[in-house]
């Protein structure tokens, strides 16, 4: 059994959190204490390819959230398990998450193309 650290973090209210989620992450709700996004792929492969890159991003910040994931559907649900609530932690990474799942290559007008268009290609349903 994993030990449990005491944090003095800021737990955060429901009105507060579902406040924050409307005006930081709109895709993003507040379900059960945790505060939850489902990402559409393309198949398997995508979704696998998001879950190790929202994997990566968790291990780097040593904040884990919870994940599903089936064929074409990846969720992710964040919460602060030492401090039982939501926290400042859930929303930095559910930012990172989130901008590292939304970037698209080919708007920036830069050198990277992004993925081709059609069905073959399919990758992320992009907001």
């Known amino acids: 059994m994993a030990t449990r650290i005491q944090t003095n973090e800021k737990v955060y209210p429901e009105e507060e959190i579902r406040r924050r989620l409307n ?3 709109s895709h993003w709700q ?3 204490g945790w505060i939850c996004r489902s ?3 393309g198949g398997w492969r995508a979704t696998l390819m998001l879950v190790n890159a929202v994997g990566h991003l968790a291990e780097a910040a040593f904040h884990h959230p919870d994940i599903e994931l089936s064929y ?3 969720k992710v649900k964040l919460r602060t398990h030492s401090a039982d609530g939501v926290t400042d932690k859930d929303f ?4 990172k998450i ?6 698209r290559p080919g708007s920036e007008n830069g050198a990277l193309e992004g993925i081709p268009g059609g069905v073959g290609y399919k990758y992320v349903e992009y907001d």
Request: aromatic share 10%.
């Open 23 to 25: 005006r930081e992450l």
């Open 30 to 32: 507040l379900n059960d």
């Open 39 to 41: 990402y559409n792929t």
């Open 72 to 74: 074409a559907v990846l």
């Open 92 to 95: 930095e990474l559910a930012k």
């Open 98 to 103: 989130e901008a590292l799942i939304l970037w």
